[in-house]
């Protein structure tokens, strides 16, 4: 399996363009989350989704940001209007289930410019 | 609320020498934990997962433990190589709150030759 991969490695964008992470989990993998890592937060949960139901968003920062997975191979996280303090690497990461051991994708470093 | 905290946060060595790495958490209600290595612009790489009911995990010459009582875990590394130079992070799942991963901010590492 190639692992977690996501899309787009690189993304800048303008302040108040419209953004969106993809993500392709590792095969038969039931739960997806998704990461913010920042300088000055570190590692944070924004959501996770169990057999493609989100189960917690409350890491979710406002309501410019959703996430969907419409099976269980593909994930967006999306942000509209993008910030400059949105500018972070984002993180997909996928596990058997929900309490087994998480595996990253590479990110995608996003600058909102 | 889970607090994870990582001593030292930067520790440089010579090569070969074995080192110990330390994570501390708050709520000693864990389900499991993970460490994992992450290299400059990369995603993480899970090391090794130490379930509540363990106290220790190995793999090649990394060796974690974990001592729930006292909120513990260390991660030892034996005969450090350059290679070995990276972030190296925690996190613990909590029983109360499955799926979601808090991280430490992390230990950066070098390992000189």
């Known amino acids: 399996d190639a692992g977690v991969i996501q899309s787009p490695r690189h993304e800048v964008t303008e302040m108040g363009q419209e953004v969106t992470l993809r993500c392709k989990p590792i095969s038969g993998h039931n739960s997806l989350f998704w990461y913010r890592q920042t300088m000055m937060r570190g590692l944070e949960l924004l959501i996770y989704?169990?057999?493609?139901?989100?189960?917690?968003d409350s890491g979710m920062p406002e309501d410019r940001f959703s996430a969907k997975m419409p099976n269980a191979s593909f994930s967006t996280l999306k942000i509209q209007p993008s910030e400059p303090r949105d500018s972070a690497v984002y993180f997909c990461?996928?596990?058997?289930?929900?309490?087994?051991?998480?595996?990253f994708g590479q990110g995608t470093r996003l600058t909102v410019v | 609320k889970q607090e994870v905290t990582q001593i030292p946060a930067a520790l440089s060595v010579p090569e070969g020498e074995n080192l110990v790495l330390n994570c501390s958490f708050t709520?000693?209600?864990?389900?499991?934990l993970q460490w994992f290595r992450q290299d400059p612009g990369k995603g993480l790489t899970s090391l090794l997962l130490i379930q509540s009911s363990q106290r220790e995990q190995t793999s090649g010459r990394l060796n974690a433990s974990l001592d729930k009582s006292s909120g513990r875990s260390t991660l030892y590394i034996a005969a450090s190589q350059p290679g070995d130079s990276a972030t190296y992070l925690c996190a613990v799942i909590r029983g109360s709150t499955l799926g979601r991963l808090y991280f430490g901010r992390g230990t950066q590492l070098t390992v000189w030759p």
């Open positions: 709520d000693s209600a864990i389900y499991n």
């Open positions: 989704f169990n057999n493609n139901v989100p189960i917690d």
């Open positions: 990461a996928s596990s058997l289930t929900a309490n087994t051991e998480a595996f």
